[in-house]
């Protein structure tokens, strides 16, 4: 089936220590997403990528970074995480920028600060 | 400006029941409107959509929701509710020839045996 995958499932890394997290799809969609979700509150969009065209968010913190080497892949880089960064790391894609188009999401990534 | 409201936190209801989860939403121009559910340690996964037409639609695991452009809502409801509905659930909608989604602050739903 085709889908939305997230390595790993949960994350543990100390205060400070980069963490990559990875998402792949098999949909061959364009755009991908990252979304920060807390507490089971509404996800919180980081930044998108439509192709290779990066759009980050305004109020996403400069800690965040990612890539999207191919199609298939995208990364979410934490550079120096702190502990307010604890959190489910979500990764959606959709087929193209139209606004009709639903999203499909991967099963996160847990993240845990020490 | 874009935003959607879920009025309930918290919605209870009896196995067998029909269940209503409500949302409202404000934006510029015709909204396109999505439901998702989110089960414990999971993703979301997309339920429904309106984009344009009959203001009733059906989406997945018998679930359908109603478009009522004077009252601006978009509710999600089923006839009758299983225990395994028990999740959280999140509006979200887009305008046209917008990009951005914005989700409402999700709505829990507990189905009793």
């Known amino acids: 089936d085709a889908m939305v995958i997230q390595n790993p499932r949960y994350q543990v890394t100390q205060f400070g220590k980069p963490v990559t997290l990875s998402c792949s799809q098999t949909l061959n969609h364009n755009v991908m997403y990252w979304y920060q979700q807390k507490s089971s509150q509404a996800p919180k969009l980081l930044f998108h990528?439509?192709?290779?065209?990066?759009?980050n968010e305004a109020d996403t913190p400069d800690n965040f970074q990612s890539r999207r080497p191919n199609t298939s892949f995208c990364f979410l880089d934490i550079r120096s995480p702190g502990l307010g960064d604890a959190a489910m790391y979500l990764c959606a894609t959709s087929r193209d920028k139209l606004s009709n188009q639903p999203q499909h999401f991967g099963d996160g990534t847990r993240l845990s600060i020490l | 400006a874009q935003s959607v409201a879920q009025p309930e936190d918290q919605v209870n209801v009896a196995e067998g029941n029909p269940l209503t989860v409500k949302c409202t939403y404000s934006?510029?121009?015709?909204?396109?409107l999505f439901w998702y559910v989110q089960y414990p340690n999971r993703g979301l996964q997309f339920l429904l959509k309106?984009?344009?037409?009959?203001?009733l639609v059906k989406g997945s695991y018998g679930f359908e929701a109603e478009f009522n452009k004077s009252q601006t809502s978009f509710h999600l409801k089923k006839p009758s509710a299983l225990v395994s509905d028990s999740a959280l659930y999140f509006c979200?909608?887009?305008?046209?020839?917008?990009?951005?989604?914005?989700f409402g602050a999700g709505t829990r739903l507990f189905v009793k045996a």
């Open positions: 309106y984009i344009t037409g009959d203001n």
């Open positions: 934006v510029s121009g015709n909204p396109y």
């Open positions: 979200a909608v887009r305008a046209t020839g917008g990009f951005k989604t914005i």
């Open positions: 990528y439509y192709d290779k065209d990066f759009n």
